[in-house]
């Protein structure tokens, strides 16, 4: 199955690209639905890097669901001023286990106005459930579309003594 989003975020490429490689973007995107708590030592990291990072995932915010791993890799070779965030994991354990193929790719590129232009592409397969599955995670993924829009110009603050900001002010 596929699953597309197209979305413009209201901030720019700089600030959507921290809030990709977040893990609590990530827990803010699928609230209330699902979230995640980290298996790994130290628990999550600010950003992620890249490699696998295993995670328990919550139904509902705190129903277990199951383990998953988010394998995540920034691909290279892109056109100019496209970022790229790759997941190429999948669930271990749980009702998302079901999917036994699992590519999610996350890019985002500057738009004139300033704004950021965000796609998103899942591939998954479930076999012969992919009928079945394919339009609760069609929902899920527009879910997850509103959320991006809703939080997006949040991601836009640096606050004062970030690298972010004393790099804007020396200029």
């Given at each position: 199955?596929?699953?597309?989003?197209?979305?413009?975020?209201?901030?720019?490429?700089?600030?959507?690209?921290?809030?990709?490689?977040?893990?609590?973007?990530?827990?803010?995107?699928?609230?209330?639905w699902l979230d995640f708590?980290?298996?790994?030592?130290?628990?999550?990291?600010?950003?992620?890097?890249?490699?696998?990072?295993?995670?328990?995932?919550?139904?509902?915010?705190?129903?277990?669901?199951?383990?998953?791993?988010?394998?995540?890799?920034?691909?290279?070779?892109?056109?100019?001023?496209?970022?790229?965030?790759?997941?190429?994991?999948?669930?271990?354990?749980?009702?998302?286990?079901?999917?036994?193929?699992?590519?999610?790719?996350?890019?985002?590129?500057?738009?004139?106005?300033?704004?950021?232009?965000?796609?998103?592409?899942?591939?998954?397969?479930?076999?012969?459930?992919?009928?079945?599955?394919?339009?609760?995670?069609?929902?899920?993924?527009?879910?997850?579309?509103?959320?991006?829009?809703?939080?997006?110009?949040?991601?836009?603050?640096?606050?004062p003594g970030t690298a972010?900001?004393?790099?804007?002010?020396?200029?």
């Amino acid at each position: 199955m596929r699953v597309l989003l197209k979305l413009t975020l209201d901030c720019d490429v700089d600030a959507a690209w921290r809030a990709l490689r977040s893990p609590a973007v990530l827990r803010e995107v699928v609230a209330p639905w699902l979230d995640f708590s980290s298996l790994e030592p130290g628990g999550f990291p600010a950003t992620w890097p890249e490699g696998p990072h295993r995670l328990r995932t919550l139904a509902f915010g705190s129903v277990p669901a199951g383990e998953e791993i988010i394998d995540v890799s920034y691909p290279g070779g892109l056109p100019p001023g496209v970022r790229m965030l790759r997941d190429g994991g999948g669930a271990l354990t749980g009702p998302f286990a079901a999917f036994g193929n699992w590519d999610h790719r996350m890019a985002v590129s500057p738009l004139p106005d300033g704004r950021t232009l965000y796609r998103d592409r899942l591939r998954a397969t479930a076999g012969a459930l992919d009928v079945a599955l394919w339009y609760p995670t069609w929902a899920f993924w527009q879910w997850r579309g509103i959320r991006l829009r809703q939080l997006a110009p949040g991601w836009a603050f640096d606050p004062p003594g970030t690298a972010d900001a004393a790099a804007r002010a020396a200029s």
